[in-house]
């Protein structure tokens, strides 16, 4: 048997020592260079009724492109047989749209600009003649505005339905439709606020004052559960000069 000296431990501790050592810079370094996670991706859907529009769902899409914003995709299915041909339920307006949406505030503040296509016959005026629906019947340019921290809540949408399609015989039928909302949260789970919404046909054969179709204002109430919600808007319609009510409930989540 040989003897070891110090020297010849000490040389091999250091030489082990060395070595795991750089095992791990290398493993640092392969983390270092692994591909980026995957964009976040989203979906969003909900359903909506009121006294004017009855049932309506919507759904959108959106994938992260960087960490503030994203490319959004949307749908709106309006189920109203009065959209459609002759009120016979076929022929529905559809809308599909895409656009993006910019965060800002630290996430708190999304604005989402987008360009909608629509299809059917609302807009182009042969509603009731008993004609098929038309592909690209109108555009609708809108904008969605969100803002949410821990005591406040609020939204804006505005959108300019045009028409760009008809047939020889009838006349093009554009509105404007914009409401908001804005609220205090009282608990993270139930807020409250008022509800403003207003609808205005600015060109057709429908054409009305300037208080428009309604001018609906009142207030809201609303319970959150996570990324879900529930909130109901009631009270009059102000752009008539009888007092109408309305009412409108919608709900949805976000996954």
């Known amino acids: ?3 070891t000296s110090p020297r010849s431990v000490l040389s091999r501790s250091l030489l082990a020592l060395t070595l795991a050592l750089a095992g791990e810079a290398a493993a640092d370094d392969a983390s270092k260079t692994e591909a980026p996670a995957p964009a976040k991706t989203w979906y969003s859907t909900s359903l909506n009724q009121d006294i004017f529009f009855g049932f309506t769902p919507t759904a959108q899409v959106g994938i992260g492109l960087t960490d503030t914003i994203d490319l959004t995709g949307y749908a709106v ?3 109203i047989p009065a959209f459609g041909a002759g009120g016979s339920g076929q022929n529905l307006w559809t809308e599909f749209g895409a656009g993006v949406n910019v965060k800002a505030l630290g ?3 999304a604005l989402n600009p987008q360009l909608g296509l629509l299809s059917g016959n609302l807009l182009s005026g042969t509603g009731g003649t008993g004609r098929k629906g038309l ?3 109108g555009i609708v340019p809108n904008l969605t505005v969100n803002y949410n ?3 406040l809540e609020a939204q804006f949408y505005g959108g300019y339905y045009i028409g ?3 047939a020889r015989d009838s006349k093009n039928n554009d ?3 914009y409401w908001s909302f804005a609220g205090a949260k009282i608990t993270p789970a139930f807020s409250v606020g008022a509800y403003w919404e207003h609808l205005l046909q600015t060109r057709g054969a429908g054409v009305e004052g300037a208080d428009g179709v309604y001018a609906w204002f009142g207030p809201y109430v609303q319970f959150k559960h996570g990324d879900a919600f529930l909130r109901f808007a009631g009270g009059v319609d102000v752009a008539n000069d009888t007092v109408y009510d ?3 409930v919608s709900t949805g989540m976000t996954f």
């Open 1 to 3: 048997m040989f003897a």
């Open 77 to 79: 299915f309006w189920t």
């Open 107 to 109: 996430g708190k503040l």
């Open 135 to 137: 592909v690209g019947e």
């Open 149 to 151: 921290d821990d005591s």
């Open 164 to 166: 760009t399609r008809t």
């Open 175 to 177: 509105f404007l439709h």
């Open 246 to 248: 309305f009412y409108k």
